[in-house]
């Protein structure tokens, strides 16, 4: 059964970290891009970040250039979205998904395509 499941959301203060992970399982990694969407309440799916199957296309929403940081381990079947300096408008369910083929920065900006996606994690920042 292939899966992915998402970890490491939670409630944090503004400027604080979190570090989101994204287990897959039923299939390898390897062979797939991999990305992380949000959808705030009242919000469309957006694409946050994407990084190509091997490893040398990333691309990043302007909104999170700087903060955050997305890295895979595909010995683990392992996707991470390291976040620093949050803010408020950060708050959203985070999912992670995989694709493949060809246009890696338009498909995450669309958020089309996708083959498999997690159930979420929430991130909440607040004071």
């Known amino acids: 059964q292939v899966q992915l499941v998402e970890s490491g959301g939670g409630l944090v203060q503004p400027g604080g970290s979190l570090r989101l992970s994204c287990a897959g399982s039923?299939?390898?990694?390897?062979?797939?891009?991999v990305g992380w969407f949000r959808q705030a309440p009242g919000k469309e799916r957006e694409g946050v970040s994407c990084?190509?199957?091997?490893?040398?296309?990333?691309y990043y929403a302007d909104s999170v250039k700087g903060r955050f940081t997305i890295s895979r381990d595909n010995a683990k079947n392992m996707v991470y979205l390291q976040m620093n300096n949050l803010k408020p408008e950060d708050t959203a369910v985070y999912y992670c998904?995989?694709?493949?083929?060809?246009?890696?920065?338009?498909?995450?900006?669309?958020?089309?395509?996708?083959?498999?996606w997690g159930q979420g994690t929430q991130v909440a920042v607040s004071s």
């Open positions: 998904a995989t694709f493949r083929g060809f246009g890696l920065t338009s498909r995450c900006i669309g958020v089309r395509n996708m083959i498999y």
């Open positions: 039923g299939f390898t990694l390897d062979y797939y891009h």
């Open positions: 990084l190509s199957s091997l490893g040398d296309n990333t």
